[in-house]
């Protein structure tokens, strides 16, 4: 992933299924998604106090480590 502003990009070599972001303070403009091998995902993070070093993504993947 990276940060482009406010909004974190996120990619994949290989299709994510139920990924889910959490650990910052703040709204996400979606939260819950497949993301699809090649595919680009825009989210839009909406507020001002959050610590962009606490951000953690988890998929299905590692739920079933």
Not at 38 to 47: Q, R
């Amino acid at each position: 992933y990276s940060w482009n502003g406010n909004n974190i990009i996120l990619e994949s070599e290989k299709s994510a299924f139920q990924v889910y972001i959490h650990g910052i303070n703040a709204h996400l403009s979606d939260n819950f998604f497949t993301l699809l091998k090649g595919e680009t995902k825009e989210i839009e993070v909406l507020g001002n106090d959050f610590d962009k070093n606490n951000l953690v993504i988890w998929s299905l993947y590692n739920l079933n480590k």
